[in-house]
Every structure is written in C-alpha cells, then in structure tokens.
C-alpha cells in the first residue's frame, strides 16, 4: 500500500520531489520547538496547487496522515510531525505573482517568507503590517494558519485583519479559490476567515491575498522606564490620543528580563536604575528634529506626570537598532540559561500588574530557585513568560499548573498568537467551551472526514 502510494505519488509531482529516508533534510523532522524530532515517512515538495491537490487527492484516498510545513518556525509543535505522517513543504511555491498598487493588494504564494512580502511592498511605497522576529524564515502561508501577530500588530492589526482572501486545498484535494481583493465582500460564509488560524487542521493554504498599507512615515523610537502595567496603559492611552493611528510598536520587559539579557554581556544598562518595566515604543512621526522633539514633549510631560520614571530617545539608526537588540535579546536566552518552559498568553491589561506579582510568587513559592520573566506586546494584552529551573533542581514540575491556573484565575487566554499545535492541547478546554469544541470538531470532521490534515493538532482529532 505504502510502495503504491509512493509511486503514484512521484508519478504526480516528479521523483526528485518526493524524499524519503536520508534524503530528507533533518530541519523537516521538527519546528522550532524542538520538542520532538521525528523523521517523517515522505517529504512531499510539491510546485503547485494543482500539485498540492494531486498529492492530497492520494493521500486522503489513501487515509494517509500529512502534516503541513512552512518555515518551521511555529512554537506550538504544529508543524513537526509525527509518526507515520508524511510532511508537505510549501518550500517550492514561493513568490509574489501581482502587487496592484491602487487597490494596494498583494497576491503572494503561500511558500514565500515573510521579508520578500516586506521588501516587495516596500519597494513600491507601501506596507504590509505584519511583522515578527521569524521575518526571515516564516512564511506567509504559515502566518495565516497561524494568525500570527507580532511587534505592529496595536497598528496594523493581527494575520486575520490583513488577508483579504485565499487559495487552499481542502483534504481531499478539492481547490478553493477566492483571492478576493476587495475591503467587502459580503457573500455569504466567509471559509477564508475560518481557515486563518486553524493551523493546517483544515486545509492547505496555497495562496494569499494581502491588504497593503500606505508606508508609514520613519519611526522615532524610544525606551521608557515604568513602575507598573497601569503607568504603561497611561503612557499607551496618551501616545494613542496624541499620535492617532502613528503608534505601531508597545513592547514590554519585566526587570528579570533585563536581567538575564544583562547575562549575555552584549548590551549596555540602558538606564541607571532598572525599572519594574522597560517599554520599547515606536512611532511613525518621520524623521528630522521635529519629529523627535514632538515625542521627546509627549514623553516629558509624561514624565512630569508621574508615569514615566526615565526615557531614551533614539538619536540614530544605531541606537533604534540597540533598542530592538533589548527586545529581541529572548533568542539569545538559551546561551545563558538552561532549557525552560515557555508561554504565549494573553491577560487583561487591567489585571497585568497583579498577575504578574501572582506568578512571580507561586513559581518562587512550588520551584525555589526558578527565574520568572515576562516580556512581550503590552498593548496587546500578549505576554510572553519563561520559567527557567534552578540549575541544581532542575524542577519545573510546577510551572504549566501555575501558568494556566493564573491564566483561568485571571480570564486570559492559554495561546495569544502562537495557536495551540501539539503542546497546548491539553490546556485548550481552559480557553474555550465545550459548546465551541464541540463546533470546532464538528467542522473538521465536515472539511476532512478522514482526518489526514494536521491528526491531533489543535484537539485530539478521535
Ligand atoms: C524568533 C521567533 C520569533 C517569533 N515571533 C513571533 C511573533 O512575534 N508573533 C507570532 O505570532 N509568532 C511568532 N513566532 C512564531 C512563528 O514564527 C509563527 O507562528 C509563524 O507564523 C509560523 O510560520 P511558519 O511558516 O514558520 O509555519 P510553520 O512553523 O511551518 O507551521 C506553523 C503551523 O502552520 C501550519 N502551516 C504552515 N504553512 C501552512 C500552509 N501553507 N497551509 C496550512 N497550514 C500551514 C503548520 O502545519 C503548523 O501547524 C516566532 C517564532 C520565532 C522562531
């Protein structure tokens, strides 16, 4: 059955497309949770849509499990397969086809990464408003099954807010096409809404349609002291009132962040006291010395106010660039410190402050010797947590019950833009109802009755 299988599928995509054994590359065995490495039974690279349906069409006659990958960088073990399955790439279908520039819409393969739909609207004085750490690798594809988020999303929006419409393959190989390129379009159920974000359980996305902004004008950029999640929301609340719809980026890291980036010896204090919360804000206000004076006012009566304990303006490219480095000093951590539990949660920004003393003093009290940080999108009610052990324990026994108690004690979510893959699973009761569980199961079972796509992501598929 499996030889039969095989063949028929080199006869549908090309020999050298279809890899098995040690000719697949061992990226292909896991994502970038590298919870599990697990050398799938095919790797599939199809070329294109009707590729991609061909190779489906055999798989679901087949019953055989696939498992969806882009640039394997999700962080929730969606995309890293399991035994048995067979991996399909979108790694052949890559590239902008169309950027039409007065609708301000892209038509971009689902393969291409992240940057090329960057630089590509860039080029033509316009901007897509998605962006994350991943740019390089991620793709565009992988950004909608995931609904990613990211550093402009208090700007521009989620993944969900800027696809106007897709292409995608449902298990059995049958083609959805409906690039729409319109803001409205109201005709009925929209299926591609319902295939953002279901992280390959649904279908396979082949092609994307994508909502450009106009560029935005250059960013002032600037690190902020605070004491506390309630000064950030003032600070939040003024720059939104007096830079309306200029704020793209609200980022925050708690002190034991700073302290552990401190550890990796690469960066400068940026402040002479390290505050409970350093923000990194950007705002498009242009460049010039107009543009820097207006946040450096706005800063400084928030300082007189109060709420800002200290702040550093940008003064050059380097210094925005030393700005991000804080932010993005997390993928540098596993240097410094030993393997650790990681979460992705949204809270209230009202209750931030105090969840954040909750967990700092449950994990000290059940793991002692544990560090807690926190980081991540403030604006968007989206932290970021690692929990490290105690390097002679090793003990994080503790650490899923805390997080997700607090998230239920304080009505957050389990997963604010990473999804759920493999490793939420068994927390995902705790964010939705039965009633939707049961409407999510529901709608799996009609778009893939055999269950190939994605078995097991997201819910225990049964
Ligand atoms: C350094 C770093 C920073 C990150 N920052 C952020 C961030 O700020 N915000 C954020 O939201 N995420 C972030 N992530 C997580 C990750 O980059 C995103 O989840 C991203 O959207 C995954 O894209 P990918 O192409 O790598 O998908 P993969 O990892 O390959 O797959 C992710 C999931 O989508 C499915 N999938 C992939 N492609 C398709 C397709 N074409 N059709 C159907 N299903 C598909 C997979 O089966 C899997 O379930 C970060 C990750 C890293 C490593």
Redesign the pocket.
Known sequence: MTADLMAALRSVIGADFVKQGSDIPERHWT??TETARICPKALLLPGSTEEVSAVLALCFQAGQPV?????????AG??RPQEGEIALS?QRLTGIEEIDVESRTMTAL?GTPLYVVHEAAEKVGLHYGVD???RG???I???V??N????QALRYGVTRRNVLGLEAVLADGTVLTGLNKMLKNNTGYEWAQLMIGS??TLG??TRVSLALSPAPLAFQTALCAVANVTDAAAVLGRLEQLFSGRLVTFEGMWREYMDVTDRLGTLPEPFAERPEITLLIEVALGDGQEAQDLLAEALSTLMEEGRIADALLAQSLQDRQRFWAYREAN?EFHRVMPVGEHYDISLPINVMDDAITHLRRETAAAMPGCIFIAFGHVADSNLHLAIYPDRSTGDLSAANRIVYDAVGLFKGSISA???I?MIKRPYLSRSRTPAELALMKTLKRTLDPAAIL?RD?IFVTG
């Open positions: 994502d970038a498992v969806v990958q882009g640039g394997l960088t999700g962080l969606g995309a979108l689902a994350l750490g991943a690798t991620c793709t594809g992988g950004n099954a995931t990613a988020g990211g550093v992280e390959g396979v996305i993928y833009e990473h999804g893959g994605n992501r």
